[in-house]
């Protein structure tokens, strides 16, 4: 079937007056684009990646620049367009083709001229037709899984929520900040490298580690990891080097506030000998149960209203640990079911840090942690709204154009190919982030991820195009949100030191 053949009018028989048909006009569902564009542009982050990331290809056989490749995988992301071939269904998508390309005014949207006699077609590189396809974009993951790359990827991860978090304190650097560490499940299908079934969780996943600012929402690096891959397993090479980047861009004092799958006694040793103050969850175990057993009984008399909350200190030294560390055991009064006016038993856990009494009581140390849970709400947004596609793995091409292929090249690194998809969502998060928080503090109020894509990205909208000029008229419906938060972009600005 040729999607490419207008649709005819197609008679409605709930209302004989209503046609559907197409027309060969601009319209497109791709308004917000331009949003995602305009925040690239005034960060500066596709150049800075752009600056320090390395490009294999031969310069004279180059169609796209490195720019507008980075851009069109990091605006069709946050367009919620998760596959490759999506690329080239959207290949003629007037907006799309003006979001993405690096040259003024309408030129974007000209056709390549065809290839004079003698020459080869697709001649002429230094004008795209389209968007990039599906194998320019393939390549594209395939370049950026070189070691280095993926390094520049993850620095840039960073460098972009310090850039954003520096443009609304006036190019000041915060003085505390917490990194959050976890861990999350990212299920795939197929037979990718390193996916694994994992018992937890019941299915074939890739297993990463995830760090975040919390109380910001900003994503500060991803690291892939196999799927039968242990909470901890890599946290100490994971945490350490992000904490230094965190220091130097974001903060002048970080903290870590850790799962009660990662704490283990290299990984906590070495935040001590560094002076990073964290806090973590450890899991229960018998001896800390027996520990906590004397505080487990329910003081005499009826209940208040509220559930109470209990704290007891002590120093405690596990097995594996080199050193004795604090503890907090956490006791509460769970809220009773109705048919019941109390909980028969009291729930507790136990808290591990290296901050003194002194500088966190025990309720501030609990409310401190309990603020992990905004971390794994972001977290858990980034993961539902991206739905991250990572699918890449070493199969060798049988035809190429319905030909046989002439050359087979070695297959890429297939783990590193799906860590870099990973980072590429993880930025396109980002993105939508500066968006979102802007927003917010226009209008005042809360903004899910998903709401303000489907409320101002996913906007539809018809380009106008004249001799030297294109018009965007986006729906009636979104207007007033593009113009509020048109009215905070436009005030946005980073200060590259």
């Known amino acids: 079937m040729d999607d490419t053949l207008p649709l005819l009018p197609v008679p409605l028989q709930f209302n004989g007056s209503l046609r559907v048909e197409t027309r060969p006009e601009h319209l497109t ?33 180059i169609t796209h620049p490195f720019e507008e490749l980075l851009t069109t995988a990091l605006i069709l992301r946050g367009q919620g367009w998760r596959d490759q ?45 389209g968007l990039a396809s599906q194998p320019t974009l393939s390549r594209l993951d395939r370049s950026l899984s070189r070691r280095g790359n993926r390094g520049v990827l993850r620095q840039g991860l960073l460098e972009l929520a310090a850039r954003r978090l520096q443009a609304s304190r006036a190019g000041h650097r915060l003085r505390y900040l917490t990194v959050d560490v976890d861990s999350l499940p990212i299920e795939v299908h197929g037979h990718q490298p390193g996916a694994k079934y994992n018992g937890h969780y019941h299915a074939t996943v890739y297993h990463p ?14 690291r892939l990891r196999p799927g039968n891959a242990s909470s901890g397993e890599g946290a100490l090479e994971f945490i350490a080097p992000l904490l230094d980047r965190v220091e130097r861009r974001l903060c002048q004092v ?39 057993q004397p505080f487990l009984r329910r003081p005499p008399g009826r209940p208040p209203r509220e559930p109470r909350t209990w704290f007891y200190e002590r120093r405690y030294r596990a097995r594996p640990w080199s050193r004795e560390r604090r503890v907090v055991l956490v006791v509460l009064e769970r809220p009773a079911p109705q048919e019941r006016q109390e909980e028969l038993f009291l729930h507790h856990f136990w808290l591990l840090t290296n901050w003194s009494r002194e500088q966190f009581p025990a309720q501030a140390l609990l409310d401190l942690y309990r603020q992990r849970g905004t971390a794994e709400g972001h977290q858990g947004e980034w993961k539902d709204v991206f739905d991250p596609a990572l699918s890449s793995s070493p199969r060798p091409k049988s035809t190429y154009g319905g030909d046989p292929p002439v050359r087979h090249y070695p297959p890429g690194d297939s783990f590193s190919i799906n860590e870099v998809r990973l ?30 894509q489907e409320r101002l990205i996913r906007v539809a909208a018809r380009v106008l195009v004249h001799q030297r000029r294109a018009v965007v008229i986006i729906a009636q419906v ?20």
């Open 29 to 61: 569902s791709e308004a917000g684009a331009v949003i995602q564009r305009e925040i690239i542009e005034r960060t500066g982050i596709v150049r800075w990646l752009a600056e320090r990331l390395d490009d294999p290809r031969d310069p004279d056989c």
């Open 85 to 129: 071939d999506d690329a080239d269904v959207l290949r003629d998508d007037a907006l799309l083709r003006l979001a993405v390309s690096k040259r003024r005014g309408i030129s974007p949207l000209e056709r390549r001229p065809p290839p004079e006699d003698g020459q080869p077609l697709g001649h002429n590189p230094e004008v795209p037709d």
């Open 209 to 222: 580690l995830v760090a975040s600012v919390g109380e910001t929402g900003d994503l500060l690096d991803v």
């Open 254 to 292: 970080a903290s870590v506030r850790i799962d009660a799958g990662l704490p283990e006694d290299q990984l906590l040793s070495s935040l001590e000998r560094r002076g990073t103050p964290y806090v973590a969850r450890i899991k229960n175990n018998p001896v800390l149960d027996r520990l906590a």
């Open 423 to 452: 980072l590429l969502d993880a930025l396109a998060y980002n993105i939508l982030h500066v968006g979102r928080v802007l927003l917010e503090a226009a209008t005042g109020q809360g903004w899910s991820l998903r709401r303000f």
């Open 478 to 497: 979104a207007a007033g949100l593009w113009r509020t938060l048109w009215a905070r972009l436009a005030s946005f600005r980073f200060a590259d030191p």
